[in-house]
């Protein structure tokens, strides 16, 4: 079975600044990742989705992560924050084992200071 | 296209009625599901359907029931509501498993 933890329920970044969102999963067979970000009121949309393709997964709105296999980690990062870019994160994973059904991390909610 | 639409956005019940969240898409998935979000938990898995007539349980079954007559709409059906279930409610579809998930804009249920 998979699971996922990521460190940290809420970040507070300054515009402009890096936005890092720790993730790191547990997964007995290769698995597909996922990040989505909810916006107040509304249901969960994609950010992006790693495959096995390539470890760099670039997604919407200027945001990528890097899946390392050694560190069992799929981190979220974005260069600059925008104040647009408050919101509650989501880290995801799926796998054969459980009919890639997904599991989801407990959420990040990032708060951007202006 | 509208998406995933669920009904009602709101809804406040009594301990021990029974209610039934609408959800249907028209984006002819297949796969269809629902989840609960309690705050600090994440989404939990409550059903999922893998196409009409079929459906299967997830996480977090017990005290819900639900079915699968078309491809479009995928009910959820609280029989005897209990105060565990306050929570919001978000129903979700995909064209095929392990594809991305598009979400409806989910329903507060709270159960006094």
């Known amino acids: 079975a998979q699971s996922v933890t990521q460190l940290g329920s809420h970040v507070s970044v300054s515009e402009g600044a890096l936005v890092l969102l720790r993730c790191n999963y547990s997964?007995?067979?290769?698995?597909?990742l996922f990040w989505y970000v909810q916006y107040p009121n509304q249901g969960l949309q994609l950010l992006l989705k790693y495959t096995s393709a390539a470890t760099l997964v670039k997604g919407i709105n200027g945001f990528e992560a890097e899946f390392k296999k050694s560190e069992t980690s799929f981190h979220l990062t974005k260069p600059s924050a925008h104040m647009s870019d408050a919101a509650e994160y989501f880290c995801a994973v799926s796998d054969r084992s459980n009919d890639y059904k997904l599991s989801f991390g407990a959420g990040t909610t990032v708060t951007v200071r202006a | 296209n509208a998406g995933v639409t669920q009904t009602p956005k709101f809804r406040i019940l009594k301990i021990g009625q029974s209610m039934t969240l609408q959800c249907t898409q028209d984006?002819?998935?297949?796969?269809m599901y629902w989840y609960r979000q309690d705050p600090g938990m994440g989404l939990k898995l409550i059903y999922y359907s893998v196409g009409a007539g079929i459906t299967d349980k997830g996480e977090v079954p017990n005290g819900y029931n639900v079915s699968r007559s078309t491809t479009e709409d995928f009910p959820l059906r609280l029989e005897l509501a209990a105060p565990s279930q306050t929570s919001v409610y978000f129903c979700a579809s995909s064209r095929d498993r392990n594809e991305k998930l598009f979400f409806g804009s989910g329903t507060q249920l709270s159960v006094l």
């Open positions: 984006m002819n998935h297949n796969y």
């Open positions: 997964s007995s067979v290769p698995p597909y």
